[in-house]
């Protein structure tokens, strides 16, 4: 089993409507969990990290971490042609990401 | 400043060439990392420094040489490498323990031929 798994997707979305990632993680040494943004081309970015069970709100962008269940979702509203992108998630334990789920968003 | 910075951003070289990447970052971050991602595939660890020494090795062939000089930079030596090593070779820095999350500079591109 991978130590973290998305659903890998792809994922296509009409503008202005909500956008759910979901990632699956076996390694209960994390503490942290992040979301990473990937354009085509460039390197991940940084847009999400949550450390506690619950939601955390960071303007149209809601992480969520269950860890019963073991799960970190992310969440986009009002999604726009700009959040096209590939999706990663990570622990901060064994810095390996989850395969990635490539989002589009059809205007 | 959250930059993490790479040079060169391409890099073309022969399978007999020494060639050596660069990675800085001036966020007083204490663990840096190299990562290699090929297409369409997430990054893959390779090595990782804390306080500047070497605590991951991801089982890296011998061709691929890290050093970390000092506490902002952070380079890779590279010798005798084949086709097969070209990729996207990402360098990223974090607080010690990464719970905060890690940054990447823009990477560095090679192809060897």
């Known amino acids: 089993q991978k130590e973290v798994e998305q659903n890998s997707g792809p994922l296509s979305v009409p503008e202005g409507a909500i956008a759910s990632l979901n990632c699956t993680y076996s390694d209960r040494g994390s503490q942290s969990f992040f979301w990473y943004r990937q354009y085509s081309g460039k390197s991940p970015e940084l847009i999400m990290s949550?450390?506690?069970?619950g939601d955390k709100e960071d303007g149209r962008f809601t992480a969520q971490l269950n860890k019963a269940s073991q799960y970190v979702s992310l969440l986009i509203r009002d999604s726009q042609p700009s959040d096209s992108a590939t999706y990663l998630c990570?622990?901060?334990?064994?810095?390996?990401f989850g395969t990635g789920t490539r989002l589009t968003i059809i205007p | 400043d959250t930059e993490v910075t790479q040079t060169p951003k391409h890099l073309v070289m022969g399978m007999t060439n020494k060639k050596s990447l660069k990675c800085e970052q001036h966020?007083?971050?204490?663990?840096m990392y190299w990562y290699k991602q090929k297409a369409k595939k997430p990054p893959e660890l390779m090595f990782v420094y804390s306080y500047e020494k070497l605590s991951i090795n991801e089982s890296v062939p011998s061709r691929f040489s890290p050093e970390c000089p000092n506490s902002s930079l952070l380079n890779l030596h590279l010798h005798a490498l084949q086709p097969e090593d070209s990729a996207l070779y990402l360098c990223?820095?974090?607080?010690?323990?990464?719970?905060?999350?890690?940054?990447f500079g823009p990477g560095t591109r090679l192809t060897v031929t």
């Open positions: 966020m007083g971050h204490r663990a």
């Open positions: 990570a622990g901060n334990e064994k810095l390996t």
């Open positions: 949550i450390y506690s069970n």
């Open positions: 990223a820095s974090s607080q010690d323990n990464n719970l905060r999350g890690q940054y």
